[in-house]
């Protein structure tokens, strides 16, 4: 099935814990994005890809970082876990590249919550 | 600062027609987007307008006035299954993604 896959879905882990969020992308995009997603907060992003071996930070980026070593996989990484990173992430793609005029294809969410 | 202001939370009856306002102040303009986000599940795509005017698409619409830093999403002949929160978001002059916080639409039979 096309579109983007995150994994995993739900985690529950102890603040100062390190993690990664994965996502995989098939439709070829060359454009990546991760957002939190906050309850009466708009979508924030943290990191972005604008192509493959190419990141750059977004409004929130403190805490996380992010690698694009391929087109497909774009994982975040929460190198030590804080409550405050208590949040639902989106992983997104688009086709537009650095014009971002084009449609975003969102995953199906992470939720995670840090204790 | 740049900044999305939409309603928090609108009510209205299934069949009938709803008008979701959103008003920005940005850095530049390049374009607004509407999303839908049902509650759980990711935000879908449902419009995009860059010129003034009305872009129809079934029973909604999306209008766009540059001038006055505003946007409205139209839903029209309601059901049960629009009960969702609208998202609007808006690309500034560095082609920066600006989000508002999003309203939830509640849908009363």
């Known amino acids: 099935i096309a579109g983007i896959t995150q994994a995993p879905t739900s985690q529950i882990l102890a603040a100062g814990r390190r993690m990664t969020l994965r996502c995989t992308q098939d439709m070829r995009h060359n454009a990546m994005y991760w957002y939190r997603q906050d309850l009466g907060l708009g979508l924030r992003l943290i990191h972005y890809s604008n192509t493959a071996g190419t990141t750059g930070k977004g409004e929130v980026p403190d805490g996380y970082s992010v690698s694009r070593a391929n087109t497909d996989d774009f994982p975040l990484t929460l190198a030590s876990a804080v409550p405050s990173q208590t949040s639902v992430y989106f992983c997104a793609s688009s086709d537009s590249g650095t014009e971002n005029t084009g449609e975003l294809f969102f995953g199906e969410g992470s939720r995670l919550t840090v204790l | 600062g740049q900044n999305i202001d939409q309603p928090t939370e609108m009510t209205a009856t299934e069949g009938a027609i709803v008008q979701i306002n959103c008003t920005y102040q940005?850095?530049?303009?390049?374009?607004l987007f509407w999303y839908q986000q049902h509650a759980g599940e990711a935000p879908t795509f449902l419009s995009y307008?860059?010129l003034d005017g009305l872009e129809e698409k079934g029973r909604f619409s999306s209008f766009l006035s540059r001038s006055k830093g505003y946007s409205y999403l139209l839903l029209k002949e309601l059901q049960m299954k629009d009960s969702a929160s609208y998202l609007c978001a808006v690309t500034d002059s560095n082609y920066q993604l600006i989000w508002g916080a999003g309203t939830k639409l509640i849908i009363k039979p």
């Open positions: 307008n860059v």
């Open positions: 940005t850095s530049g303009f390049n374009g």
